[in-house]
């Protein structure tokens, strides 16, 4: 994995608050190549071992309610770009909802849907954009472009890696469909509450990046699908540590 000119960044990349982490990032060659490396390597193994599981799975989703298997969506990763997300159906048809964030016991999720968004398994299919280098195992979730488009200058930074399946927000904020539970407007509370919070993480994980430490927030991944709760240690009181201007631009 290597990184681009800076001089060939797209435009939107190519300032003073985004050349700081590029920086970091530029240190980091060897970490960046074994980051790769290890994508490859490891989701080729994970699709072979698992594609038995996702035959399951498969036939379950289509025998659970009506629809397509997976589910493709434009997600921005990597310099801005868009691609279409791999991942396992797990709500219904046409809703016509419009709402792209989900809330505990939503009713548009089907009964495996349930099963499988608990245990983290509707994300599995995502092993094959690691493999195309779509995305990364450990990096910045991927959003829809309408969030992204909300960013600060700052905030750019997280797209200088590709997106990824598991990142420490991701962990800390495992539960986020319990907190847009209690709103009313649960857009908005998703925009200007919960994605502040998790863009700080985000921009806190370029700052410590390191294929190692990477390595620890996969297994703290496991270990959160497992049960265990990073919230305490993590989470609280984020919102005193975020910069104004994060905040602001949600707003």
Not at 61 to 77: E, H
Not at 145 to 167: C, D, F, N, Q
Not at 191 to 208: A, E, F, G, Q, R
């Amino acid at each position: 994995m290597r990184l681009l000119k800076w001089s060939d960044l797209p435009e939107e990349f190519r300032n003073d608050q985004v050349r700081e982490y590029y920086d970091i990032l530029k240190r980091k060659k060897v970490s960046l190549i074994f980051k790769r490396i290890f994508d490859i390597v490891v989701s080729a193994l994970l699709i072979i071992v698992f594609s038995p599981i996702l035959l399951i799975i498969s036939v379950a989703i289509k025998l659970d309610s009506k629809g397509p298997v997976f589910f493709r969506q434009i997600r921005i990763t990597q310099y801005n770009r868009e691609f279409r997300i791999f991942k396992f159906r797990t709500m219904f048809v046409n809703d016509g909802s419009g709402v792209q964030v989900t809330v505990k016991g939503d009713k548009r999720i089907t009964r495996i849907g349930k099963f499988l968004r608990r245990f983290r398994l509707d994300e599995t299919p995502q092993l094959f954009d690691v493999f195309r280098g779509k995305m990364t195992f450990v990096g910045t979730r991927p959003e829809v472009a309408k969030y992204v488009k909300r960013y600060t200058p700052e905030m750019m930074a997280t797209l200088l890696l590709p997106a990824g399946i598991t990142s420490m927000a991701a962990i800390c904020f495992k539960d986020e469909d319990s907190i847009l539970l209690e709103s009313t407007d649960i857009e908005d509370t998703y925009i200007n509450s919960v994605l502040p919070k998790k863009m700080y993480y985000n921009l806190k994980s370029i700052k410590k990046f390191g294929f190692f430490e990477e390595i620890k927030i996969m297994i703290m991944t496991i270990r959160a699908v497992l049960g265990e709760d990073y919230t305490d240690n993590y989470a609280v009181a984020v919102t005193d540590k975020l910069e104004e201007n994060t905040v602001a631009a949600f707003k």
